[in-house]
């Protein structure tokens, strides 16, 4: 293990999980913070509700590169306190407007703080574990990261339900001590770490080599028709669940349980791919994501069948074997010097996911109804196989040279 490694990931672990902590606790809380009002989504709220929140992921989107580019070259633990210290700023800026304007605005700035603290941790995370080791500790921190999101949701929907909605600013604030202890357990970790060698500068041709390479575009990719789903899911989840009658307490309940799985499943999937390959590990796991599909598909249409909740159940385990894997092949095919910029593709494909879920859902609900979210899903799982089959065959491909550029 690299020196300074330990204190690295203790670092990136307890900073992403205090973090994804106050992002799930706010998220589930924001549509009815828009809207003044905590059960139910009417008419043109739905259009509003997600225009506002896209501009989180539009704003990661357009900066999440130049965020990797900068973690590249001034170092991981920089940019991600200086994500953290921005995001707390915002998060106490927002409990004190309800102008969807404005909430807009901070979501987009957000987003921007968002993607900068996401690509620093993958790049640390790379740097601090070994090729034979590397899904380990990717599975770490993706279980760290999800369950972070998870409880955060969790807590969010039992205070939504709880809590007058006059009282939901404190919700921000409350995600603002979480940004703080976030930020002051990782600079104490960080204090006495030194990264490795960084570049002098930065270019197009690094962007290009750091990204745009066939092999890193077909692990990447996979993530975007991922996000699709979840990006639809994560902002009406809340309010849709209070509106067909399904008490938040016991959405909060159900979401921790999937949470203390995550925790479970995460490093283990981890552990097999570095024993057995990325390849087999991301096998099963589209397998399982198309396995979730297929059963929501048919709950649909024939009703919660105890086998159909069985099935659907099994494939959601055997999905959650897709992220470990599919990040420690990422960082291996990334060069240590541009390794920010590589892993910021990652935070690239999830925020359009999430936008274009957003509104092609949205779209298609509106047009067609059940219809249309038949096709919406259908279409993801198509892209889904189709991508994973392109890595298949690309992974059969000789791997890039070694990158040359100039460090300090």
């Given amino acids: 293990m690299p020196e300074g490694a330990p204190q690295l990931l203790r670092a990136v ?57 900068h973690a590249d070259r001034f170092g991981r633990g920089p940019v991600l306190l200086s994500g953290t210290v921005a995001a707390l700023v915002l998060f106490l800026a927002l409990s004190f407007t309800r102008v969807p304007s404005w909430l807009g605005v901070g979501n987009l700035l957000f987003g921007v703080a968002s993607g900068a603290i996401l690509a620093a941790s993958l790049a640390a995370v790379g740097d601090a574990s070994e090729r034979t080791e590397r899904g380990w500790e990717m599975g770490r921190f993706d279980a760290v990261n999800l369950l972070g999101w998870v409880l955060g949701f969790a807590v969010g929907f039992a205070l939504l339900g709880t809590l007058p909605n006059a009282d939901l600013p404190w919700v921000f604030r409350f995600g603002a001590v979480l940004l703080a202890a976030g930020f002051l357990f ?71 349980g999937g949470g203390l799985l995550l925790l479970l499943t995460q490093p283990s999937y981890g552990r097999l791919a570095d024993r057995f390959g990325r390849l087999r590990l991301m096998l099963v796991g589209t397998a399982g994501f198309l396995g979730v599909l297929t059963s929501v598909g048919l709950i649909a249409q024939y009703g919660a069948q105890p086998w159909l909740l069985g099935a659907a159940g099994v494939s959601a385990v055997a999905a959650l074997a897709y992220g470990p894997a599919a990040l420690a092949q990422l960082t291996d095919l990334s060069h240590r010097i541009t390794r920010g910029t590589t892993m910021a593709l990652y935070s690239l494909v ?33 892209s889904l196989a189709a991508l994973t089959l392109g890595w298949v065959i690309e992974s059969r491909r000789p791997s890039a040279p070694p990158l040359r550029t100039p460090v300090q």
């Fill in 350 to 382: 999830v925020s359009a996911g999430m936008i274009v879920g957003l509104a092609g859902s949205a779209t298609l609900f509106s047009a067609w109804g059940v219809r249309g979210i038949d096709l919406f899903l259908g279409a993801v799982g198509v």
């Fill in 13 to 69: 672990f307890g900073a992403t999980f205090f973090v994804r902590f106050a992002f799930g606790l706010t998220v589930s809380v924001f549509a009815a913070y828009l809207e003044g009002h905590s059960t139910g989504l009417v008419g043109g709220e739905v259009g509003l509700v997600g225009l506002v929140t896209a501009a989180s992921p539009i704003g990661e989107l357009s900066t999440v590169l130049l965020s990797g580019m």
């Fill in 186 to 256: 990782a600079r104490y970790e960080l204090r006495s770490v030194r990264e490795a060698p960084r570049l002098t500068s930065v270019s197009l041709g690094l962007l290009k080599e750091a990204v745009l390479r066939r092999e890193v575009l077909f692990v990447t990719l996979p993530w975007f028709t991922i996000y699709l789903l979840l990006g639809a899911g994560f902002v009406y989840l809340g309010s849709a669940a209070s509106g067909v009658g399904v008490p938040p307490t016991e959405l909060a309940a159900i979401i921790g």
